[in-house]
């Protein structure tokens, strides 16, 4: 069983937890992730490492509640503990030889931009940071990210905060700004990490997308997390989850994440029911 030592609601719909797990924590690396279940009877979900603490022991989780299984991750409180928390799985993200890098998040997909940016960012390298969200309210990390990097460019779709428009407007401004960039890295909604490729594919700069398909046992045999790169089939759970942006078959990665959105929002309606009536969130 594995404590959850501190809970804090970002905004309406994303959670941060800090769950105590000294194994995981002793070897986490950004751009890995771990694997829970709530209780014995859940499903097992991903969950990108958000943050560690290697002398506290304790590996940060930021979720979107979505479905089912974060719904009743969401319904526990600090104190209470989760039945398991599996990892740390994945290929640690590669920041040797960086000297600058941009770093492009969109919505809960900044969760997963952070510990890379603060990594790079700690290590001297020159990082650029453009986050992306619809709306100011929907607005993570901010603070985070401004200590992380030594640029920050805030994008919201509306405008309510930061700059009205696209990650991309940024990115384009930055780099037909002069920045010479060893590196691009996005992280978000499959759709924005399309166009950010599509943006830097122009440019000649190499990109790295951080993909999170469905996964469910994260060792690469149940083939749910495939992908197509370059022509090959990958899997994002032993291979990734990060991939040469340029070579990503995002349409084909886009129809696939799409077909679990009308079970997923059922299942989601079913247990904010169950929960609004007092329901056991472990049954």
Not at 69 to 98: H, Q, V
Not at 145 to 167: C, I, N, P, Q, W
Not at 221 to 239: I, P, Q, S, Y
């Amino acid at each position: 069983m594995y404590k959850i030592v501190r809970k804090k609601s970002l905004n309406k719909t994303v959670t941060l937890m800090d769950i105590a797990s000294p194994r995981v924590a002793k070897k986490a690396e950004p751009g890995q992730f771990i694997i829970l279940r709530v209780d014995e009877e859940g499903e097992r979900i991903p969950l990108t490492i958000a943050d560690f603490d290697r002398e506290k022991g304790t590996v940060t989780i930021i979720f979107q509640i979505v479905g089912e299984t974060t719904e009743k991750l969401n319904a526990l409180s600090e104190g209470d503990y989760i039945s398991d928390f599996a990892g740390p799985l994945g290929r640690a993200t590669e920041t040797e030889g960086l000297k600058k890098v941009a770093i492009v998040g969109g919505g809960v997909g900044c969760a997963i931009a952070y510990p890379v940016a603060k990594k790079l960012y700690e290590s001297g390298c020159h990082v650029d940071v453009v986050a992306g969200f619809r709306n100011e309210e929907l607005v993570i990390l901010e603070d985070e990210f401004k200590a992380a990097s030594s640029t920050f460019t805030l994008m919201t779709d509306d405008g309510s905060k930061g700059e009205k428009g696209l990650v991309t407007d940024a990115l384009k401004g930055l780099i037909e700004s002069g920045n010479k960039y060893d590196e691009v890295i996005t992280i978000g909604p499959l759709i924005m990490m399309k166009f950010v490729c599509a943006l830097t594919k122009e440019y000649g700069i190499k990109t790295v997308a951080s993909m999170n398909p469905i996964m469910i046992d994260g060792t690469g045999m149940c083939g749910g997390c495939r992908l197509t790169v370059g022509g090959e089939v990958k899997f994002a759970c032993v291979d990734g989850p990060e991939f040469d942006g340029h070579l990503i078959d995002f349409d084909e990665a886009i129809m696939r994440g799409a077909m679990y959105k009308d079970f997923e929002r059922r299942r989601h309606e079913e247990s904010c029911n169950l929960l609004k009536k007092g329901g056991d969130v472990n049954g």
